[in-house]
């Protein structure tokens, strides 16, 4: 089965950023994972709306990527931190190769605002690919895809009908 | 520096996300990976309209991740397929991470619509975080991250500023 005649509907990439790819959603997580957890904090950071914030933090909540936390500050009313539950913690390496495409074509002159480095070692991190008998891979040139077993074979009365929940928004 | 204090408009993880953050755009990418070049044959796929698919195939021609190639069909006028860059090419770990975690998270029962093999020997991939003494990461909190090179300091005025150039959308 060609990928033409597979539904890209049942497309793990296209599912992932049906959650991801809403606008701010990987903006907000790089927050959370850099630690900042408190709405005012984060709002303040990356100066968004309050607004367009609390839509993507409910948004990130409902996808079970976020977590709310309560705190308390003497005087105030109950308020809630934004903490990654497992499954936002396993969104780091969609983050660490945006961080390393962008080093690599859109940092300033000096070089990247962050290093990522292993904590045990110290040394410098990176995103590879590689396959389970342990062989790097350096480019998509050495990949082949082939149909999974959910593969679902695209029927033409779906073939127009686009599959992300979020319709297209203008520019 | 913490990170509250450096300027978010310098972190490459945004910048990439403002090339391929935009809707559509990592859709539209898979599928010129997955072999997809013409303009009918992408529309047809993943259903979406033709002005939102030319406007996301001009942005990312015009940021430098696909190029334009003509082809002339018997009676037609001259036609144009959209091929990756070297720099679009690069982008394949995004991809390939939005994919590992579709498919662990996502995934239909029976398993990912398709499966990454290595050229080589046919073994299934994997996108792993290892450091430059070679060491596999499992996790984000096997990562310390610290100001780069290209760290700037936020300055208070611009800390309310929103730093991607397209603005929040309403959902």
């Known amino acids: 089965m060609e990928w033409r005649e597979q539904d890209p509907a049942n497309c793990s990439i296209g599912r992932t ?3 991801v ?3 701010w959603a990987l903006v907000v997580l790089r927050e959370v994972f850099r630690g900042l957890h408190r709405f ?3 709002q303040r950071h990356i100066g ?3 607004a367009v914030l609390s839509r993507s933090l409910s948004a990130l909540v409902a996808d079970g990527l976020l ?3 309560p705190y308390h500050e003497a005087g105030q009313r109950v308020r809630h931190e934004y903490w990654l539950t497992t499954a936002g913690g396993e969104l780091f390496p969609v983050l660490a190769a945006l961080k390393a495409w962008g080093d690599r074509h859109l940092a300033d002159p000096p070089g990247p ?3 990522h480095r292993h904590r045990g070692c ?3 991190t990176v995103v590879a690919l590689r396959c389970d008998h342990g062989h790097v891979l350096d480019s998509f040139g050495d990949i082949t895809v082939e149909p ?3 593969a679902v074979r695209l029927r033409e009365t779906e073939s127009r009908r686009p599959f992300l929940r979020q319709g297209p928004e203008p520019r």
């Open 21 to 23: 790819g809403r606008p």
């Open 148 to 150: 999974g077993p959910g």
């Open 17 to 19: 950023l049906e959650l």
């Open 48 to 50: 968004i709306s309050p």
């Open 122 to 124: 110290g040394a410098p």
């Open 67 to 69: 977590e709310r936390r």
């Open 40 to 42: 005012d904090e984060i």
């Open 113 to 115: 605002a962050t290093v």
